[in-house]
């Protein structure tokens, strides 16, 4: 048997456990461990290409509120500087981008010493071609809005930045440390810290993206060390880490077929399955140009090179609203036809999107396909996470992806994962089976795999040369102008005009340098500690 990422390498031991899943009820009287943390969204809908329910965070002393995204596949915190809106940009940018952080404004905040500025090229999507320069420091992050006595940790890792290609912050909750000099100094993550600090049970999380299409409303859902039973459809399809920490939450999609009222279509009836990778950071689906090419087809859609997206106009859209096609992904953990599938449905209402400021012009509606170059950037987006319910446990190594289930009249019901080490007859005790299925099934790889799988990467800091005497934020301007049309129709149907073209542009971005292919976008060096995070 081959594990997703593991190609070839036979496993030479896998055992079957029971994830330790409970409710708080349930586990009142057996346990000791902290109960999840929930963190609330803002109920706002933010971003330039969703728009999409966003979580209040505070950052700072005293604290300052921004608005930010769930990236599933980062471990650090970025927030918008104020340097990230211009007098180019609209009159209200700041609430655009979920508002901005001062680091200046903070008396806790400490810059990062490594480099003389703390400013570090970033890393994160660079196998897509994001590209932006980040200042790099610590302070204490707080979820939840003030008032709201939400879960802090000191000392994390903030970043400031003022790029446009990631246009809102991020909170990341991968449980990586990142290393900004060797392996000999990591700096634990904010889920990390959390756990450290016996503020969660575990070293895991659930999240769903939410969606604004279906009546409710529903916002997005994220927990810390558990999960909320009453978001989705249980299953029981497992599926292990990938050995590629980077892309550690990697599915094998088998099919992806189109429903409507009278036929269904196969889009992969002349490709072979495709280990992707899930990735709450981006909206795009990434998918084979065959694929792509498939959709085009059912969906009339027409790709357009200039401004590397799938545009829809209005007359299209009308035709699939009144055609209300499905797309469903059939999901495994392997390549093998006889494993079992978890199949997650999309409504054409979760492909229907809006490209705004600063990717178009005018409003553009648009379908969230990527064409891949390659292999490496197989991705299911934020897109993907309106319908699916993911939760991740990064002390079993597993991971489960979930129907999402919208029935308003249910209540919240959070489930406890339990940390590893909690004692197994306990873990081992009956509970409702409904509450654990679609994440019992987990690996455990001996350790021969193990020693062979733990795969540790540096990458190169890019440093900076100008000099500062203080921690001070002095982030280089790198915002283009932006050029308005003065004849440009607000409310045109259909504009293909692209302010920074490249921001929708599927296409990997890299550079040569005597001879070197290297990666234009350079994070501080991640570290997958085998004492912290393991991987299958």
Sequence with gaps: MNLPGLGSISVLYLAEI????????????????????????????????????????????????????????????????????????????????????????????????????????????????YTGDGVYGYDTVQLGWPGSNGSSSNHQIVAGISTKEFFLGILGVNPRSTNFTTFDDPVPSFLSSLKQNKMIPSLSWSYTAGNQYRPGPFYGSLSLG??????????????????????DLTVIIND???????????????????????????????????ICEAFEDAFGLTWNDTVQAYLVNNSLHEAL?????????????????????????????????????????????????????????????????????????????????????????SSQHVVEIAPLEYNEEAELRHFPTGDIAGIIVGSVIGLALAASAVILRIRSVSKRTKATASDVVKLPEKVEPVMLAAEADVGAELDDTMLRGHEMDGRANSKQNDGTKQQKNELPANECPASELPHA
């Design 226 to 247: 558990g999960y909320d039973s009453s978001h989705f459809v249980p299953n029981n399809v497992s599926f292990a880490f990938s050995r590629i920490d980077l892309r």
């Design 256 to 290: 992806i077929t189109m429903t409507t009222s009278n036929m269904s279509i196969s889009f992969m009836a002349k490709a072979v399955s495709i280990p992707t990778f899930i990735d709450s950071t981006i909206p795009y689906l990434y998918l084979p140009l065959t």
């Design 18 to 129: 029971s994830l330790a899943a409970k409710s708080r009820s349930e586990v009142r009287g057996l346990s000791q461990n902290p109960a999840p943390i929930v963190v609330t969204a803002t109920q706002n809908y933010n971003g330039n290409d969703g728009p999409w329910s966003t979580f209040p965070v505070q950052i700072g002393n005293p604290p300052q509120v921004v608005e930010v995204l769930i990236s599933t596949a980062s471990e650090q915190t970025w927030a918008i500087l104020p340097q990230g809106c211009t007098d180019f940009d609209p009159p209200n940018c700041v609430e655009l981008r979920g508002n901005e952080f001062n680091p200046n404004s903070s008396r806790t905040w400490t810059r990062n010493n490594v480099t003389s500025t703390g400013i570090f090229e970033l890393s994160l999507e660079s196998e897509l071609g």
């Design 321 to 409: 609203q009144a055609q209300n096609p499905s797309v469903m992904f059939s999901l495994s953990s392997t390549n093998s036809s006889t494993e079992q599938m978890v199949n997650i449905s999309l409504p054409y209402a979760a492909f229907d999107l809006l490209a705004e400021y600063p990717l178009m012009i005018n409003t553009t509606r648009y379908f969230p396909l990527m064409r891949a170059a390659n292999k490496t950037q197989y991705t299911l987006g934020r897109t993907f996470l309106q319908e699916a319910y993911l939760i991740a446990d990064y002390e079993r190594h597993n991971f489960s992806v979930s129907q999402c289930s919208w029935d308003s009249r």
